[in-house]
């Protein structure tokens, strides 16, 4: 075989190897099968950081079904059905729009939530991310495709509940990164702030923070990543991010993150709030692993919300003593 065809086939093999190892990353990070998920289970996140509060999670979601809410359903801008439900703490209470995590669901994440958002006032709509929960699709983007579905619930909240409904954009986890993204876009006066709980800066630095505490080297595999995503997940992994979105955001933001968080490091959130030019307000809560900073500390998680809304005009209540 003469040198030119067999540079040729080499560089076939590496091109066959790199698109399989893509596409191998594709499915790790991006993909959910969706087979044999069993949606009536009470889901409680794995790990020992979450033993201590397993009981308030499985209350919480038995509480969450039993009580009384509407179920509604929109399409997302690539034709996926995403679905919500509505619980209604008063006609005309600012509503807060609850966007779960990775690998999470509405009911699994949010259910809590509910209760935090009628301490102070607030009627709760948590929706289930797309490939998550009760909604369609298999690919996950971490908040970039998500902020669009985010949008769009936005538009069917404004739509259904009527002109003057006010909404809060609240999320945890990549569910912070998806709100903090969308905050980023231009949105109609009815929103009026964000609560973002434990966000990362960008899909590209908690990937590559995963793939560190993995011991798996992120300069090799990164690009393989960000290749699987675009080809096979149809969208661009550095699109948009948060610590980029939060310097266009208008409206107030209220970051929270624990400092004992293992999965995605608190000095995100801190990056994240000093790039922010809108008003804004970091808490950080000792001891708290990821995603458990209401769990562990109630009390002064809602009495740092309920200053942050009197500060800057957001309406509240403090129902503390009725829903704790």
Known sequence: MKLPAILLCAAGALLLLALA?????????FYVSRKGEDREAIAVPKGKAYEPYRQQIIDCTKRMRAMPQEWF???SF???????????????????????GYHGTAERDMSAGIFRSFSVGHSAFLVDQRASGYSDGHVITFGINESRDCLRWISFLVEHFGPETRIMLSGISMGAATVLMAAGQPLPENVIGVLADCGFTSAKAIICEV???????????????KLGARLYGGFSLEERSPVEAVQSCRVPVIFYHGDA???VPHEMS???HAACKAPKKLVITSGAAHGLCYLQDREGYLRELLAFCKENGIPAVDNRAEWL
């Open 211 to 225: 793939m560190k505490y993995l011991h798996l080297p992120p300069r090799l595999l990164y690009p393989f990543v």
């Open 261 to 263: 968080d293992g999965l």
């Open 78 to 100: 690539d034709g996926l059905t995403l679905r919500g439900r509505y619980f209604e703490y008063e006609p005309g209470a600012p509503i807060e729009l609850m966007v779960h």
């Open 73 to 75: 359903s929109i399409q």
């Open 21 to 29: 190892t893509a596409y191998v990353c594709f499915r790790i990070v």
């Open 270 to 272: 801190i990056r994240n």
